[in-house]
């Protein structure tokens, strides 16, 4: 079946530090990945996304690409922020018009010390 | 748009007792998730619905557990009886068809003592 491997954290930077967590994945076919964060309290949002090969999701300054050849979709941030303090999930769905699912890691905890 | 609505935020029950959480999902959305997060297991899909009808409950985890849609507005996820394992936050998410992301709730948490 479908599954997703993320780093396991927690992960501490500092301000303006670069960010890296890593996911990669398996599954058959051609899914579709995406990168969801959660803020304390909150339900998750969606941050980026990927839908086929060599696709570059970004969004607020994070960016992700989908690499087939290493199953990978790993999350990157030049110059992280206090206010990026969460936890961050990589998904995948499963290909296949009628999927659905989404399949999610464990998800990383990201503290940005000032 | 108020995003899909949860209802209550928190719950804290006794074993034994019966537990209804509430979701209202964005209007026009054709599918509703069910998920369950804890620290041991993380997110786990317990069911979802398109167009009102249960397609895949098979991580409902047991009979105890059910849940309804009785229209495209409104759902339900029932435990009865509760036990303090079942204590976890449980987040409702919708989507429309051929859209490629959820958009979640934000939880109820679920304590049973």
């Known amino acids: 079946g479908n599954s997703v491997t993320q780093m396991e954290g927690p992960v501490t930077l500092s301000e303006e530090a670069f960010l890296t967590i890593n996911c990669t994945y398996t599954a058959t076919g051609y899914p579709s990945l995406f990168w969801y964060v959660q803020y304390p309290g909150e339900g998750l949002q969606l941050l980026l996304k990927a839908t086929k090969a060599d696709d570059k999701g970004s969004n607020k300054g994070f960016e992700a690409t989908y690499r087939k050849e290493t199953t990978s979709f790993h999350l990157e941030k030049g110059s992280v922020q206090v206010s990026d303090s969460a936890v961050y999930f990589c998904?995948?769905?499963?290909?296949?018009?009628?999927?659905?699912?989404?399949?999610f890691g464990k998800g990383t905890l990201l503290t940005v010390n000032p | 748009d108020a995003g899909v609505i949860q209802s209550p935020r928190h719950e804290v029950t006794e074993m034994g007792q019966e537990v209804t959480l509430r979701c209202k999902p964005i209007?026009?959305?054709?599918?509703l998730f069910w998920y369950r997060q804890t620290m041991m297991r993380g997110l786990e899909l317990l069911i979802y619905f398109n167009n009102n009808v249960p397609i895949d409950d098979s991580g409902m985890p047991e009979d105890r557990f059910s849940a309804k849609m009785p229209n495209a507005s409104f759902s339900t996820l029932k435990i009865q009886p509760s036990e303090p394992r079942d204590s976890a936050v449980y987040f409702c998410?919708?989507?429309?068809?051929?859209?490629?992301?959820?958009?979640f709730g934000s939880g109820t948490r679920l304590t049973v003592v």
């Open positions: 998904a995948l769905r499963g290909s296949g018009g009628s999927n659905y699912k989404l399949t």
């Open positions: 998410a919708s989507t429309k068809q051929r859209d490629y992301g959820y958009t």
């Open positions: 209007s026009g959305h054709d599918y």
